[in-house]
């Protein structure tokens, strides 16, 4: 049973769905029915850069987005690709839907870009952060971040359940730090500052929670053709009507991406293909079980190959 996976932040590149554009006329529609969507060419930021301006979050949303799609798109081209569920990591939530036609593209597209831009301004540069704990169990790093908490009266929680052995926090920057040091001498082997703009997935997000809400208020979702295991509740859901209310509380709420693996495990799925820039889940979900298949289609040689398994199988 195959599982789609879609990647979140931080899996973009300069060049990336490029030569999908060139190779695929599915890929190309989507990338000109984004650019057409925001009203700016995100086609152009997505294959020529600059690379600062791509990682802007209000740009890096729509731009994984629309090439995770347009990725998806060249493969069904080439192949049959039948998934008995969709998942994605934060960002990639949004893919899932319109992989599962509950949203379409150009509502996506217009949703991420805002939901970047209120993740941007909840939040002044410098005063929140996020930081990679490897080597340090779950219960490890929620004690350093609760214990951090309570001592400092700031915010620090576990944002990403990325594998058993990585978590990620966000918070205030000093309760960060705090958090990371008390996690080391704890048993935790590193802890790695993130490259991001803001701290995303935690209580000081409220204000773009807020924001977002209106803007989810005004797009029509549609019941998924294929179930959405959501990273709030790491449970499939089936349901139009529960959509903006996940995807709200998503914003302040941790990605339970190790448990959303583990439930696509008790469900029957033993085969994921992440589709989209990088392989960063693929590597992740290795950590988690590596009894699941993995496979991924970042780029034409990637879909050509898996196609022409497809063919062969």
Avoid at 163 to 175: D, E, F, K, L, W
Wanted: proline content about 5%.
């Amino acid at each position: 049973m195959l599982a789609l996976l879609f990647p979140g932040q931080g899996s973009q590149e300069v060049g990336m769905g490029e030569d999908a554009y060139a190779a695929s006329p599915a890929a190309r529609a989507v990338f000109d029915a984004a650019d057409q969507a925001l009203g700016f060419s995100l086609s152009k930021l997505c294959f020529e850069g600059p690379l600062e301006e791509l990682r802007r979050t209000e740009n890096q949303q729509p731009a994984i987005l629309t090439t995770s799609i347009a990725l998806l798109r060249a493969l069904e081209e080439r192949a049959s690709v039948a998934p008995a569920f969709v998942a994605g990591h934060s960002l990639g939530e949004y893919t899932a839907l319109v992989a599962a036609e509950a949203l379409a593209l150009e509502d996506a597209v217009r949703l991420v870009h805002a939901r970047g831009r209120f993740m941007q301004e909840a939040v002044p540069e410098g005063q929140g952060a996020m930081a990679a704990i490897l080597g340090g169990s779950a219960e490890t790093v929620a004690g350093a971040c609760s214990e951090t908490a309570e001592q400092t009266g700031q915010v620090v929680v576990p944002a990403n359940w990325n594998s058993p052995q990585q978590t990620v926090i966000a918070g205030h920057a000093a309760a960060v730090e705090q958090a990371c040091e008390l996690a080391k001498e704890r048993g935790a082997k590193r802890a790695i500052a993130l490259p991001v703009s803001a701290p995303f997935h935690c209580s000081l997000m409220a204000p773009a929670a807020d924001k977002l809400a209106a803007e989810l208020a005004q797009v029509r979702f549609s019941d998924p053709v294929v179930p959405v295991v959501t990273n709030v509740e790491a449970e499939p859901n089936s349901e139009a009507a529960r959509i903006p209310e996940l995807l709200h509380r998503q914003v302040t709420a941790a990605v339970r991406f190790t448990e959303s693996v583990q439930r696509l495990v008790a469900l029957g799925v033993d085969r994921v293909l992440e589709v989209g820039p990088g392989h960063v889940l693929s590597g992740l979900v290795a950590r988690i079980d590596r009894k699941i298949q993995r496979s991924s289609a970042s780029g034409i040689q990637e879909i050509d190959q898996l196609a022409a398994q497809t063919t062969a199988g």
